[in-house]
């Protein structure tokens, strides 16, 4: 799958498969969605470090060593851990983490999930690495399952502006990962065409275009007195908050989160 790129143990330049991981494997992650997946898979003995952030399932991950967070990863300390393989994303880390990682970690597995059915590459691919091939087509057949369930349903499109961020607002590009998840129930994000991934908006802009404005719990945590401020910023649309983790974090979780959004939409 072309949205999803490793660097791993499983082949060589000249394409040549190589034995998985398995239990050899000492495992950072530096994204907090896939240190869930990672936990799902079987693979928490196996992970020696993760950031602030990776919460889930916090009975499995409170003990394992904090790096630092998702762009200010503490090297030195990642270092000492003494990984055999780091897993960062294209939007969670830095480039120049990844660039730095790789020269001290043997295997840097980089992903990028930007639709809903990459999880099922996902699963497959980090299943392939660390020799948990059956846990991750159990995954797959759970998330096809809820996938399915979401998309069954002919619902109305309708027009959305997604908020991430305060001061300045800010949304998301059609061409995200949270997008195409919404888009599985007939909700285009807007604007429809940014410069960007992530734009600064302007809600005056959007006043009479939008049908939702949704209020997302991350990365900034918006409540209920947000939802007021917007509603009258935006009067004639509906305002609500949505569970950002159900909407944004691919691995695992997407699987619950696919039946989350298809309930959050067909309540509106």
Not at 17 to 29: E, K, M, Q, S
Request: proline share 7%; charged share 20%.
């Amino acid at each position: 799958m072309a949205s999803i790129a490793a660097t791993c143990s499983r082949t060589d330049a000249a394409g040549t498969l190589h034995p998985p991981a398995g239990r050899d494997a000492r495992i950072v992650c530096l994204v907090p969605s896939v240190t869930e997946l990672l936990c799902d898979l079987g693979l928490a003995p196996q992970l020696v470090g993760r950031t602030g952030f990776c919460i889930h399932p916090w009975e499995s991950v409170r003990g394992i060593p904090k790096v630092g967070g998702t762009k200010d990863v503490q090297l030195d300390r990642v270092r000492s851990l003494q990984p055999s393989h780091a897993i960062v994303n294209v939007d969670e880390n830095t480039a120049a983490t990844a660039a730095a990682l790789a020269r001290f970690v043997p295997h840097v597995v980089v992903t990028h999930p930007c639709a809903p059915l990459h999880n099922l590459g996902l699963y497959r691919l980090l299943g392939a690495i660390f020799g948990r091939g059956e846990e991750a087509e159990h995954l797959c057949t759970e998330f096809e399952r809820a996938y399915t369930y979401t998309t069954a349903t002919d619902r109305p499109p309708r027009d959305v502006l997604y908020l991430v961020w305060k001061d300045p607002w800010m949304t998301v590009a059609p061409d995200t990962y949270i997008a195409r998840t919404l888009a599985t129930v007939g909700w285009r994000t807007l604007p429809a065409a940014p410069a960007v991934r992530y734009p600064e908006v302007e809600l005056g802009d959007f006043a009479g275009r939008v049908d939702h404005v949704l209020l997302s719990s991350e990365p900034f945590h918006f409540k209920q007195a947000h939802v007021e401020q917007v509603a009258a910023l935006l009067p004639g649309a509906r305002v609500r908050l949505i569970d950002g983790e159900m909407t944004s974090w691919y691995g695992s979780r997407a699987i619950a989160g696919m039946r989350y959004l298809a309930e959050f939409a067909d309540g509106a």
